[in-house]
């Protein structure tokens, strides 16, 4: 048997600084459009609505920087979905011509503003408008997650070939309902309780069905609430 001669390292109770919480990143929702659902295959598109909502209610909740932008939205693709309007009701949406956000001086302008250095992406489609700025913001310096069950392209294959690209590029992949729960992170934080398990129980899918069967059986709650 070898044994180290090195000692274990000193364990704290604090989070790993590659954990996100809401005031370290920008949220970037990028051309979740009529049109380009239309070809979306790797998702169903009920799933991608749901998800996109899931992840736009969590960003509002949680009062996290978000950038909404679209494609030709007037002459092509059509308006962003509502779930994701619905969450930021007067928040502008950058139209933009190039496929690549990255490559867009409004967008940019709107990036430096905000000036965090987490980059969190979800969109369609994710072989195009997601690799694209995350590709470019990695180059920049920028730390990068994808939210990969709120993305979608025109075949699985064409989706999973871009999220490898993406994590061998130093990108980090996510869930929509990860995204969520890790931004709530402790059921002791009284202050966005009910909503997260609000959000989660509406469009949780499973893990939601098992809050409300919880609640409303048992009147359970996590972390004593």
């Known amino acids: 048997m070898i044994i180290s001669s090195k000692t274990a390292p000193k364990a704290t109770a604090t989070a790993g600084s590659a954990l996100l919480t809401p005031d370290d990143h920008t949220l970037i929702m990028i051309d979740h ?6 070809a979306t295959k790797s ?32 002459t092509f693709s059509g308006p962003m979905f509502s779930e994701i309007k619905d969450a ?31 980059i969190v992406l979800a969109g369609l489609w994710t072989g195009v408008c997601i690799v694209g700025p995350a590709l470019s913001a990695l180059e920049q310096g920028f730390d990068v997650y994808v939210i990969a069950d709120a993305s979608g392209d025109v075949s699985e294959e ?29 059921w002791a934080r009284t202050e966005t309780y009910s909503m997260t398990t609000g959000i989660a129980s509406r469009l949780g899918g ?4 098992g809050i409300i069967y919880a609640k409303n059986m048992f009147g359970a709650s996590e972390g004593g609430h």
């Open 33 to 38: 459009q009529s049109q380009m659902a239309f």
């Open 43 to 74: 998702i169903d598109p009920v799933q991608l609505r749901n998800n996109a909502g899931l992840v736009a209610e969590a960003a509002a909740g949680f009062n996290v920087s978000t950038i909404l932008t679209t494609v030709a939205e007037k």
């Open 88 to 118: 930021f009701p007067t928040a502008p949406v950058i139209d933009r011509t190039s496929m690549n956000s990255w490559e867009d001086q409004n967008v940019i302008d709107a990036v430096n503003r905000i000036g965090k250095r987490k």
């Open 158 to 186: 064409a989706h999973q070939r871009a999220m490898e690209r993406m994590v061998q590029a130093g990108a980090h992949p996510m869930t929509s309902l990860q995204y969520l729960l890790e931004l709530q992170r402790d």
């Open 206 to 209: 499973a893990y939601g069905l």
